[in-house]
């Protein structure tokens, strides 16, 4: 049996993905993304350039149901990472990665690497945001956010390799995020096999190896506190 408390060899996939939910720090209650905010903020520069805009707080507003206490916060907690010469362009800015992981709602997470790596845009793939990435990932952590929504992009955290499955290389990269690298808490070689095996004889619908999408979501659909849980609040 793995000593491992709250993670034993027979773990469901649900349970285990209960143990990587992030932990909110306080409670604010944000926008629905519907169906789904990237798509809905890629409209912003040209709309807003049109319209000469400096910082769009109405059109934020219309167009992903965030009220203006909600889009300022987020906005200084955003302008805090930039130098004070960046701050007088903030939308034309990138934050890097390694000042958005010293965001305390995103520093403790054991997945904050593959966090910034998915919501960032960056062409050169190093994980920094701007702060359009950034309002994207506070929705999609949102009180309000679908669990379709969740569950895509909890996926797509979980898919290291970004190669649409998960595998047993990315199970076993998910479960080391979870218990540690150390000695006294990774799992044995013996171990780790038992409890991807287990996973997999729970998802893998299809029984081809790896946990598809729409699998992942089946077993999301059984965990109903999922999407109330899986959220980043600032």
């Not at 929504?149 to 199970?171: E, N, P, V």
């Amino acid at each position: 049996a793995i000593a491992l408390p709250g993670l034993q060899a027979g773990v469901p996939l649900a349970s285990l993905l209960w143990q990587a939910l992030p932990r909110p720090s306080s409670a604010l209650r944000r926008w629905d993304p519907g169906g789904g905010v990237r798509a809905v903020l890629a409209l912003r520069a040209p709309l807003s350039r049109a319209a000469g805009i400096t910082f769009p707080f109405s059109l934020s507003q219309e167009l992903t149901f965030l009220t203006k206490q909600e889009i300022l916060l987020a906005h200084k907690r955003f302008r805090e990472l930039l130098s004070k010469e960046e701050r007088e362009s903030i939308l034309q800015k990138r934050v890097p990665k390694s000042k958005i992981l010293t965001l305390p709602e995103l520093k403790a997470n054991p997945f904050r690497d593959r966090i910034c790596r998915v919501f960032s845009t960056s062409e050169d793939g190093d994980g920094s945001m701007s702060f359009e990435d950034f309002l994207d990932m506070l929705s999609v952590f949102s009180d309000s956010a679908t669990s379709e929504i969740k569950s895509h992009y909890a996926f797509r955290i979980f898919d290291f390799d970004d190669d649409g499955t998960l595998d047993r290389k990315d199970l076993e990269k998910l479960v080391n995020c979870l218990t540690g690298e150390g000695d006294e808490t990774r799992l044995s070689e013996s171990e780790m096999d038992q409890l991807i095996q287990n996973i997999l004889e729970e998802s893998d619908i299809d029984k081809d190896g790896t946990i598809n999408l729409s699998e992942f979501q089946h077993v999301i659909s059984r965990s109903p506190d999922f999407a109330s849980s899986f959220k980043i609040v600032l």
